[in-house]
């Protein structure tokens, strides 16, 4: 593949494409689709460009008094016009089939988890606006509305089944019936939601699980402003007061940063020209409440040239680090953004670059390697003739060439003196985060027992049952219920999804005369062909495995009992030398009685006859393992958990 094509070799895995797997999408992002009525039309003509691009901006205008004000952390909420078909289908639906002409986009949210349910809290908003759209929205980890709605949802409704099944319609959330629509797709769906809008609307309860997690909308974005006093150089402060949403990268700059950008940290040569001569600022800024966070939280010594005041003024001392750590990130962020404005790469060349792996372009060459770096070249090469080239390099100097317009423009530290800067917002949300992690997990809990109580299912200490989990107190624990409930445990039925616990088990059909045809399979027993001396097939035997009616069947049959037998005598003679039986409490022996007998003479064989004592060899490592982990999570407490058994603390470890 010396003379290999980079267009050809990623045109069938295009970053447009859906080979872009889901793997291989960004961690932290949202996805969002958007779908005329009409688009999915079999009587009417689909959207246009023009209308689509009608609705679009009528949509931005819909949202733009919730956003105008909003910080993103990583990037703002937008949508894109998607390609007509048979152009390839939206990188970030699921769907393998292309898709109607519709409105998407993604946005990264990363640390900040409100950014995401903001984002469904406007699709809600739009879908109300505009009754005549269906909205589609996912995360990297899936459909993550239904995870809110979990205790909710029919049996039937699980990830492998609610692909193209979920969607946001008149400010509701509507799931596609599998007894209406058996495997849909996009297209489908929409056409089911547009004639029987009715049947795919959601019960109350997952409306209200789903909703409930947008209430506090568009309040809620605004609590999660945060204002605080800092110092800062007034190039910083002049691009602040011009373009106040880009401390968003700022911030991203620095928490991000690594060897590279931290070179040009040291030396501050765009924000900070007059070295330590430069004069700070004192400016009120406006970050998420992530931000801030990621800001104070983060330990980082000054650069060398930076102007930090005294520390014997700790409230100066604390406005100017945290401005020198956003100084900073503005510097990081602008000359890295620089010079990958000038390479053209950044993200969208990590996806080509991805998508010619896939295609086999390296033919599996070792980075570095000579051949590895002329096809690198190459690729390279091809890249900065693309179109992808120009629309990269564009994307990542925007930011830089804005900063220049604005630090081109007259200004000096006198402009922000004299001027009143109110004060720092009570921070002391970032130390009380424990009492809303309980908040919410006693919401969880409330849900859980709620759903055990609407499907029948009974706390076992009111209602003790011989084969069920117990959870008798400390100090009335019964090993004997142990064990019984050990052996229900072992007896139900388990899987690739989990097991069963001993309540739990459903009622199951068995075809025994499959089981057993099954099994015969499985040890090799199942149907076989006897070949006769002259070389023609024979009769094989019945389903029924009649052996005795063929000789050689019984043959094989005695020959693999002799094998069988000298196989356990020999795996016998070979446990007799080690001292691994003599580990068992075997029936009628104390325990105490073990130890002794694992140092005795292995002549002594009397006892290989004597049967082992299951239940107390369960218990003894049951109570060995429990121990050993000291109070700490570990196999033994899992599973009596699992169970419901609870076994009492060892008073007596370590006396």
């Known amino acids: 593949m010396a003379d290999s094509d980079p267009a050809a070799a990623a045109a069938p895995t295009s970053i447009f494409s859906q080979s872009h797997h889901r793997s291989r999408l960004p961690d932290d992002t949202v996805f969002y689709s958007i779908f005329p009525d009409s688009a999915a039309a079999s009587s009417s003509p689909p959207p246009s460009p023009a209308d689509l691009q009608s609705l679009h901006l009528r949509i931005l205008s819909s949202v733009s008094p919730f956003t105008s004000s909003y910080l993103w952390q990583h990037q703002p909420f937008s949508l894109s016009l998607s390609s007509p078909p048979p152009s390839p289908p939206c990188p970030c639906s699921p769907a393998a089939a292309p898709l109607p002409l519709h409105l998407h986009g993604r946005l990264r949210y990363g640390d900040n988890l409100e950014d995401e349910w903001f984002v469904v809290f406007l699709l809600f908003h739009i879908s109300r606006e505009f009754p ?17 709605a979990a205790f909710h949802l029919p ?5 492998e089944t609610s692909l193209n099944r979920v969607f946001v319609r008149r400010g509701d959330l509507h799931i596609v019936p599998r007894d209406k629509v058996a495997s849909p797709s996009i297209v489908d769906s929409l056409r089911f939601l547009v004639a029987n809008g009715d049947e795919s609307r959601a019960g109350d309860a997952v409306q209200n699980a789903v909703k409930a997690r947008i209430a506090g909308y568009p309040e809620q974005a605004r609590r999660n402003m945060h204002r605080v006093r800092v110092r800062v150089p007034a190039s910083v402060a002049q691009v602040l007061r011009h373009e106040p949403c880009l401390i968003s990268l700022a ?10 950008s931290m070179k040009y940290a040291a030396r501050m040569e765009r924000f900070l020209s007059k070295g330590k001569e430069e004069e700070l600022v004192t400016v009120a800024v406006t970050l998420s409440r992530a931000m801030y966070a990621q800001l104070v939280q983060q330990t980082f010594q000054a650069p ?8 014997s003024n700790p409230r100066a001392y604390t406005e100017a680090e945290l401005g020198m750590k956003i100084a900073c990130g503005f510097e990081m962020m602008y000359q890295m953004r620089r010079r990958e404005g000038l390479e053209g790469k950044g993200s969208t060349w990590e996806a080509y670059r991805e998508s010619l792996e896939r295609s086999g372009y390296f033919e599996g060459l070792l980075p570095g390697s000579k051949e590895y770096r002329r096809l690198m070249e190459k690729a390279e090469e091809y890249y900065k003739n693309s179109s992808l080239f120009s629309k990269a390099s564009e994307m990542l100097s925007s930011p830089v060439r804005r900063i220049d317009e604005i630090l081109a423009l007259p200004h000096s530290a006198d402009d922000f003196r004299n001027q009143e800067v109110p004060p720092s917002d009570d921070d ?29 299912k009974k706390q076992k200490s009111k209602e003790p049952s011989d084969t069920g989990p117990s959870n008798r107190s400390n100090d009335d624990c019964d090993l004997s219920n142990i ?36 099994m015969e399979s499985v040890f090799g027993r199942h149907e076989t062909e006897v070949t006769s001396p002259d070389g023609d097939a024979g009769e094989g035997s019945s389903s029924d495995m009649d052996f005795d009616e063929s ?10 009992d002799i094998f069988m037998d000298s196989y356990s005598d020999a795996l016998s003679q070979e446990l007799k030398s080690s001292t691994l039986t003599k580990s068992f409490v075997r029936a009628n022996e104390e325990p105490s009685k073990t130890n002794q007998g694992a140092s005795s003479s292995t002549q002594d064989t009397d006892e290989d006859f004597t049967p082992v004592d299951v239940d ?13 982990q000291e109070g700490l999570p570990g196999p033994a407490s899992n599973l009596l958990g699992l169970m419901g058994l609870r076994l009492p603390q060892d008073g007596n470890k370590g006396k």
């Open 251 to 260: 911030v991203e700059g620095f928490y991000d940063r690594d060897i590279d």
């Open 304 to 311: 060398k040239c930076y102007p930090m005041p005294s520390r």
């Open 155 to 159: 049996r039937w409704l699980n990830p």
């Open 616 to 628: 107390v060899n369960l218990m003894k490592s049951l109570l060995d393992s429990f121990s050993s």
């Open 428 to 456: 002391s949300w970032l130390y009380t985060g424990e009492d809303e992690l309980n908040s919410a997990l006693l919401e969880r809990q409330k849900e859980m027992e709620l759903y055990d109580a609407m499907h029948g």
């Open 551 to 560: 000789e050689d069947a019984t043959d094989d049959e005695d020959k693999e």
């Open 483 to 518: 064990a019984k409930t050990m052996e229900a445990f072992v007896q139900k039925v388990s899987s690739y999804e989990g097991a069963e616990v001993p309540d739990q088990r459903d009622t199951v059909d068995l075809d025994v005369d499959r089981f057993f045809k099954d």
């Open 132 to 148: 005549d759209l269906s909205v589609r929205v996912w995360d990297t980890d899936g459909e993550f509305l239904l995870i809110e």
